[in-house]
């Protein structure tokens, strides 16, 4: 038969699109075509299937006219994962496989001019995809991404070396040996076709310990009620006062992840290229240099490729000197901060990808950083720190939860201060809040919006007073007022408390007070 049909999948954001690789041998001039919306590297196949057939010591067609071609003919296809996918179009067309046995299967991996299969981005982004459309199919993938895609529980993974290792499971009736393949072929001897087990590896997640920042009481407090209420947070406080290791030993706080938010983050950091099997079940933390553009925190690209903000997906987004970084790329996290989502629209695409993320943001209280410092002095004028201060906009200050000062210790403090308290700890008591909050609401606190908030935050009379009194006085926002009544019932659910009352109130409000032009 001169025609044959190979599944694969397509990346398109976090979706894998179902691709069929249609490959036609006719009688003509000898070519090679390649149709169907690719992308350079795609094209670049052409060479690379050539080589790996005729290496491979299988016959390569070339008297014929090949075409291939990707469907659906619109839709964007990039990377090397079609390889394998049309070398087996080739081999089917061609006679040298098995066509009809193909069915039930779909394959995708880079092949090298040997021969060998080379791992592809995106792998648990496709198994995900065929486990979510409850498509039953087997997933043939090369040595590393079919570790990723076992992942996904019930998923039906097999993992190659060698294009022989694929070809050997798809000869046609009757022919048990490959013509023309070499004995010596490593691929002849080795285990190369194998199924791959489903289960995870069991694995403790490592973070490093906030025992080991000395002092600093209040910010740890602060840091606790973030990790328990999913509050994002926003620390102020001169050079050297423990702002970065604070947000370091952040991740670690949090409560374990489910298996579906292991999945969503690991499939993530897969298609951005990021995804090690050692870190599987860590919730990640993302730092990036503050000369980042705005392109690279939301993400883009032709076809879009996730940004910073997806790849800490119920992580942590660190953005140390904060007001460092581009205004445009300051102003792009506000829609993210209160959706979870980002959408990426260009003019022929358009992409989504999750962005429910914890920003923690540090920053100088002044251009030379010591303002209000018992340490050193300020030089800075007050038109120079209200310039300074005002580059975060209101409405991004808004939707941080929790501004915290950090001061800077004394060294005689630093040096006789003992050991702080320990992650594990801290974590326990901030998973049982959690815990507590997601029994009562089915969600954290600061995804609480509109009239569930009313339902759930269960205020008392003098405590509504009171946040009614001093929110007119400090000239808040609904948006700010909201923020603080969701920092309170965390505060409240830390305490075990059923009600929402003026002490938690009061210490909710004294966390917006950190930045001093802010209301």
């Known amino acids: 038969m001169s025609l044959s049909l190979v599944q694969s999948r397509a990346l398109l954001g976090l979706d894998a699109a179902a691709v069929t690789v249609e490959v036609h041998l006719a009688n003509g001039l000898p070519s090679f075509t390649l149709v169907g919306l690719a992308d350079v590297e795609v094209k670049e196949a052409r060479e690379r299937v050539r080589s790996a057939i005729q290496n491979s010591g299988l ?17 964007p296809k990039d990377s090397g994962r079609f390889d394998l996918p049309i070398a ?87 022919v048990e040996t490959i013509v023309g393949a070499s004995g010596d072929d490593p691929a002849q001897t080795g285990d190369g ?18 025992s080991d920042v000395k002092g600093q009481t209040g910010a740890k407090r602060a840091l606790e009620i973030a990790a328990a209420g999913g509050h994002s947070v926003l620390m102020v406080g001169p050079p050297g006062s423990g702002k970065s ?40 933390t993302c730092n990036p240099h503050h000369t980042a553009s705005a392109v690279a925190l939301v993400g883009g690209g032709s076809p879009p490729r996730p940004g910073e903000i997806s790849l800490a997906h119920h992580g942590v987004l660190f953005l140390d000197e904060i007001l ?35 920003l923690i943001g540090a920053m100088n209280p002044c251009p030379c950083g010591y303002l209000g410092s018992s340490q050193k002095a300020c030089r800075c004028t007050p038109d120079q720190v209200s310039r300074y201060q005002g580059k975060l906009s209101g409405p991004l200050m808004d939707r941080i939860d929790l501004h915290i000062e950090v001061p800077a210790l004394p060294a005689a403090d630093l040096m006789q201060s003992p050991p702080g308290e320990s992650t594990h700890s801290i974590q326990t008591r901030c998973a049982d809040a959690r815990q507590r909050a997601v029994a009562r609401q089915g969600k954290a606190n600061h995804a609480l919006q509109g009239q569930e908030i009313d339902t759930h935050l ?30 309170a019932r965390t505060i409240a659910d830390l305490a075990g408390a059923t009600t929402t009352q003026v002490a938690h109130v009061a210490e909710a409000m004294q966390y917006r007070r950190a930045v001093r032009n802010n209301p």
């Open 59 to 75: 016959e390569f067609p070339n008297n014929k006219r090949i075409t291939v071609n990707l469907a659906p003919a619109d839709l």
């Open 88 to 174: 087996l179009g080739i081999l089917a067309a061609s006679g040298q496989i098995d066509a009809s046995r193909l069915a039930g299967h779909e394959f995708a991996g880079e092949l090298s001019l040997s021969g060998e299969l080379r791992p592809v981005r995106g792998a648990l982004a496709m198994a995900l995809a065929l486990h979510a459309s409850n498509v039953v199919t087997r997933l043939v993938l090369p040595v590393g991404s079919a570790d990723e895609a076992a992942l996904v529980p019930d998923a039906h993974v097999y993992r190659a070396r060698h294009l022989l290792d694929v070809v050997r499971q798809f000869l046609p009736p009757g």
């Open 193 to 210: 076709w194998a199924r791959v087990s489903t289960a995870p590896k069991a694995t403790m997640a490592h973070y490093a310990d906030l």
């Open 245 to 284: 290791m604070l947000a370091q030993r952040f991740a670690g706080l949090l409560p374990p992840m489910s298996t579906d938010e292991a999945l969503q983050s690991a499939a993530i950091a897969s298609l951005g290229g990021r995804f090690l099997l050692a870190r599987w079940a860590q919730r990640p």
């Open 324 to 358: 460092e970084f581009p205004r445009a790329a300051l102003e792009a996290l506000r829609e993210p901060l209160e959706t979870g989502l980002i959408t990426i629209s260009r003019a022929a695409r358009r992409s989504e990808f999750p962005a429910r993320f914890q």
């Open 458 to 487: 269960l205020l008392d009379d003098a405590a509504a007073k009171f946040l009614n009194v001093a929110a007119a006085r400090l000239g808040w926002s609904a948006r700010s007022t909201h923020r603080a009544l969701k920092v």
